[in-house]
């Protein structure tokens, strides 16, 4: 997995959006109405859509450095163990209720957007040409999250109370979207406007006003922030999401499916 | 008009095939058994998502998840549409949901079978849609508008889904052994109760004279069935597989293919509530909706302030339909 300096990179933004698409996943089937099922199930489907052309680069950079094709979207996702996931800590951890996983996406794809929002204009083409097909998902997922926030925060004294238990336990997971990694950085450096702390400022900027507007309580400016993902290390969940996803591979090596 | 007249006007529609549309005048009866067919439809692809949505965190590829995660989304949708068309005959669909949790409505027996390997995701689209195209591309013309519209659009997706089932049981009995094993364990599960989901035989189906009359029904439950296995007998072929009946075989003189007598106990013990996965399948459908009902009221609570304080027009956006 090494050798392209791209290659890191691309597997943390992959990571990111299938685990994410897979444990919203969990919801189909389950939601609290059939047009919130579809819609939360749309979400899920773009997430794991997006780790697809990210892991298809990444397997073609890979492949074309050594002259074989034996990376695919698959192997990248199937075959590698928790160590080697790049993906936040934020997107693994369990849906919870509603409210949890309503509040989970909106943190999420507020990152998204403003990350794929800077990507679009990147030096690397290829980057640039699926951030913007995500840009327009990630757009519409923040826009329909948000909209639940405020509903839930704004809701009844029992959605507000979820909603605010809620915030409590995601928060000190936010912080991890803006330390940046070596990896991080040299993407970045690469393109002269990017700046992971401009990123954060407007991240925070939004985020606080939508909260507010849900009339919940803003988290405190010192809370401490869970980190780790990025380098690959992990919460338990992880591992037991992997075990699940990666079963059919793992106990029939080989096969095409 | 008095009701002698209505009856006649009505009639005259069913027989000169005009579609009958939610404002006309209908027999209370005809009412009534469209609202249990639609309903009783509607319910099972709700409760149809389950067992699938049970693969969807395991799927074997990544194009494999997320075809999969469409195609149980796209039964969501069905489970929508239809949900729509049943309320136009005056129903709601909190007192749908209601009557299937209570278990007062059905749904489709099939999916009180659990999912117990990945071929059965391919032996569901196969066998499980196979049969269910069967049984609605003639609901497409069905006598009532908004139920014969609303199957065009699933009969058009439940042709893709079937297609995706074959394909998946192609690619494991053209894989290794153990996947083409797998692939003959699925068909052998869920062979007979695909059978069954044509329902009784005729002589038993206490709806279906009433049913053909009306033209809500074209066919009847055993022509239907024939149908399935003739088309199936002739698809195994392509995949290499068994079909676990040692009685199928092709009639000439019939110009169909003879097969083995269901097991009716089975059946019935299904409907009454004893299949593998009732009890499952129906506490997974309350945990969702009371799980859900304080989102509910939230949405409702959070519509009604925002009606309170913005122009009407507006507020009419944030209302939210359970």
Redesign the interface.
Known sequence: MHGDNTTDYLLFLADSSLIMGQRLSEWTGHGPMLEQDIAITNISLDTIGQARYFYQLAAKRQNEKTGKTEITEDSLAYLRDAHQYRNLLLTELPNGDWGQTILKIYLYANWQKLIYGKLIYASDKDIAAIADKALKEVQYHTSWSSDWVRRLGDGTSESHERMEKALEYLWPYTGEMFMETDYERRQYERDKDFSLDTIRKEWTEEVYHILQEATLTLPQADTFMHKGGKKGVHTEYLGYILAEMQFLQRAYPGCEW | MDTEALQQSFDEKIDKDIRIEPKDWMPADYRKTLIRQISQHAHSE?VG??PE?NW???????????IL??K??DE??H??YL?CAAETLNITREEMTEQLLTGKAKYSSIFNYPTLS?ADMGAIGWLVDGAAIINQIPLCRTSYGPYARGMVRICKEESFHQRQGFD?LL??C???E??KAMAQDALNRWWWPSLMMFGPRDADSPHTIQSMKWKIKRFTNDELRQKFVDMCAQQVEVLGLQIPDPELKWNEARGHYDFGEIHWDEFWNVVKGNGPCNKERIA?RT??HE?????????L???Q?QKSGIPESQSAKAT???
Do not use: H, N
């Open positions: 709700i998502m389950l949505a969807i965190t395991r799927a074997p590829t990544l194009r494999r998840k997320c995660i469409a149980v989304q969501a949708g489970g929508l949900y990945w998946i690619s494991l053209r894989g290794s153990a996947q997974a945990k969702a799980d859900g009902e304080w989102v509910r009221r939230a949405a609570a959070y519509a302030k939210i339909k359970d």
